[in-house]
């Protein structure tokens, strides 16, 4: 989770997940001991963040050679 989200993996043009993915920083536990509340189930999950910009796809796995030979011909000029 933190690793791949402070790393360069999120600093890209378009960011996909798959579907029902975990996103975030610091994990559920983590973030539930530090503020003394119990999460949302929805909390960190690929849908969610979609939702709120941080992504801008979910695809699923068996797409996601398509999805991203489409991007790169979108961007070969």
Same mark, same amino acid.
């Given at each position: 989770?933190?690793? =791949? &989200?402070? $790393?360069? @993996?999120?600093?890209?043009?378009? *960011?996909?997940?798959?579907?029902? $993915?975990? *996103?975030?920083?610091?994990? #559920?536990?983590? *973030?539930?001991? &530090?503020?003394?509340? !119990?999460?949302?189930?929805?909390? !960190? #999950?690929?849908? &969610?963040?979609?939702?709120?910009?941080?992504?801008? !796809?979910? =695809?699923?796995? &068996?797409?996601? @050679? $398509?999805?991203?030979?489409?991007?790169?011909?979108?961007?070969?000029?």
């Amino acid at each position: 989770m933190g690793g =791949v &989200t402070a $790393s360069f @993996a999120m600093q890209g043009d378009v *960011i996909m997940a798959e579907p029902h $993915s975990m *996103i975030g920083f610091a994990g #559920r536990r983590v *973030i539930e001991q &530090t503020i003394q509340q !119990q999460l949302p189930a929805h909390f !960190q #999950r690929a849908e &969610t963040v979609l939702k709120n910009g941080f992504i801008d !796809q979910i =695809v699923p796995r &068996t797409e996601l @050679a $398509s999805r991203l030979q489409a991007l790169l011909k979108l961007h070969r000029g």
